[in-house]
């Protein structure tokens, strides 16, 4: 029989009265911030909790922890191997220790106690979500960490290393649609729109707390180290740099951007800018790390991903729980198309939301290993020489997460589609036109958006989500080329570039006139 039980949400200043189907014996203490809250209001009251102060939002997450010493839940994660039933596996690991691979060199997957996890319905979730968005209380304020409970559930609030990161727009592209796809339901996830300037962040927070705390810990970690194409290594060196951790990043000569560049150099990471391309970085990287005291920060650590997964997470909550049809992806190393899986599944599995969106990954022409592998019908994989492309972060050819991106798709009845030089620089140049400034890789997710309602596979009415990876700002030489007509073998149909006028009335006056008879709405 259904009872109402009065839930007290952490970081929620009302209760909310939820139907529960069953009482969870774990919400039967009293949850600290009541605690707080009574002592705050009763001026004779006594005890410890009414004398002490909060400076800060840590020092008040710190002091509701001493408060309520009781644990309110006993949700708890390990790793397994990638693909391993947990059920039956013997093989897991702490996810205190070191460890980035599995006994026969496969990956590893984070995997959540379900079981303690599904003791709460669905509709608890959701209400506790929803009820931390656009709070300032410490840890939930971020958008990864108000899901914290599937997340990394055994980290005190006290070793998060956060920037208040997620929570990202989602925003409406009406003109974009309307104007070239025919299309009235469609969204941008701008995840670019953060911390350093990319979804990376949503990763790099977890990443790092978890560090924090393991260096507390006093196990052997010197620094964190990473392989980039210049996204991962900013903001790795940024939440290394908010908690005093060194950082030290490899980097592909001359294949990144100024500003990503210019984001570890200034956040005091270790730079090593190496004479070879991201899948030759990342090879080094992992040879290091297994050698020296440098903890891995790229996405072959599966801690990454769980952060990451919240994107897929907001994305449901954004639309009250409503489940799009489609949603696109640019991929490169393959870490985050899973990371939206995942997402997205477990949200299924604990009774959130009743089904999962198509996925579609999206690369560019020239770096496509995993379209290759997908036109194949999944026989063959071979590992590509990524050549050079204006979507310069997924210039990768051998991704360490294809494992994880062929299970998340044929998870999810996916897609790959690829994107060659010209049609993601003219879609991302159409997407500006309405009011965007995405990146290139962005532009490449359009590009796959507008091939499948050409082809018809996605229809006018389609909810479609395209998840936008990286701020324009980062790649702004890449649209100056454009703009300038400056790209060999490219008509820049699309290029606006700038007219030059002398300084006098008259020239100006010719100017314009000229540009009004010619627009059509004038
Ligand atoms: C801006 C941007 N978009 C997309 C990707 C692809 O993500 P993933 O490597 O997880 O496939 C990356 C990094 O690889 C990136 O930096
Ligand atoms: N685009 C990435 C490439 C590395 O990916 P990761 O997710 O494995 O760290 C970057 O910006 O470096």
């Not at 460890?99 to 026969?104: D, G, L, T």
């Not at 060199?105 to 995997?111: P, R």
């Not at 592998?373 to 997460?401: C, L, M, R």
Request: hydrophobic fraction near 40%; glycine fraction near 6%; charge should be neutral.
């Amino acid at each position: 029989m259904a009872s109402s039980y009065l839930l007290q949400c952490p970081n929620f200043s009302t209760n909310l009265n939820l139907n529960l189907t069953s009482k969870p014996t774990t919400l039967k203490t009293t949850p600290s911030f009541l605690l707080i809250k009574a002592a705050a209001s009763s001026p004779n009251n006594n005890t410890s909790t009414s004398t002490a102060k909060s400076n800060n939002i840590r020092d008040e997450a710190r002091h509701q922890n001493l408060t309520n010493p009781q644990q309110i839940h006993n949700f708890s994660a390990k790793y397994v191997p990638f693909g391993a039933d947990p059920a039956t596996s013997t093989e897991s690991y702490s996810l205190d220790d070191i460890v980035y691979r599995s006994q026969s060199g496969g990956l590893l997957d984070v995997h959540h106690d379900f079981s303690a996890l599904k003791a709460f319905p669905g509709s608890y979730w959701r209400a506790l979500f929803d009820s931390r968005v656009g709070k300032t209380t410490w840890p939930y304020g971020s958008g990864v960490w108000s899901k914290k409970e599937w997340v990394l559930p055994e980290i005190s609030s006290d070793d998060i290393v956060s920037a208040f990161e997620g929570n990202s727009n989602l925003f409406w592209a009406e003109r974009f649609g309307k104007q070239f796809l025919e299309m009235n339901d469609l969204w941008v996830k701008h995840c670019g729109i953060s911390h350093t300037g990319s979804f990376k962040d949503l990763g790099m927070t977890v990443l790092v707390s978890q560090v924090n705390r393991l260096r507390k810990m006093n196990k052997p970690l010197f620094g964190v180290g990473c392989a980039s194409t210049g996204d991962t290594s900013a903001a790795l060196s940024a939440y290394c740099a908010s908690a005093g951790i060194p950082s030290i990043v490899f980097l592909p000569a001359n294949k990144i951007s100024i500003a990503q560049l210019v984001q570890p150099i200034a956040n005091g990471a270790f730079v090593l800018s190496i004479d070879t391309d991201f899948d030759g970085c990342m090879q080094l990287i992992r040879e290091v790390t297994s050698e020296l005291p440098i903890y891995l920060a790229n996405s072959l650590n599966s801690l990454r991903l769980e952060g990451q997964k919240t994107a897929a997470i907001e994305i449901l909550q954004q639309f009250d729980w409503e489940v799009p049809d489609w949603v696109i992806v640019p991929g490169g190393n393959l870490g985050n198309i899973y990371a939206f899986y995942k997402g997205f599944h477990m949200c299924k599995e604990l009774g959130l939301v009743d089904k999962i969106p198509r996925l579609v990954c999206a690369q560019a022409a020239n770096a496509n290993p995993l379209y290759l592998y997908y036109k194949s019908a999944w026989k063959e994989f071979k590992a590509v020489k990524a050549n050079s492309t204006f979507a310069s972060a997924i210039q990768i050819g051998d991704p360490v997460s294809i494992d994880r991106a062929v299970y998340a798709l044929k998870k999810s009845n996916g897609i790959v589609e690829e994107a060659s030089e010209e049609e993601l620089m003219d879609a991302m140049a159409l997407a500006d036109s309405t009011g965007m400034f995405i990146c290139p890789h962005t532009g490449v997710a359009m590009t796959a958006l507008m091939k499948l309602r050409k082809s018809g596979v996605i229809c006018s009415s389609d909810r479609t989500v395209v998840v936008s990876t990286a701020h324009g700002l980062k790649f702004t030489q890449s649209k100056i080329d454009y703009h300038s007509n400056n790209i060999k073998e490219m008509a820049c149909r699309y290029a606006n570039p700038p007219v030059s006028v002398a300084a006098d009335f008259g020239s100006v006056m010719d100017v314009l006139k000229k540009y009004l008879s010619k627009t059509p709405k004038y």
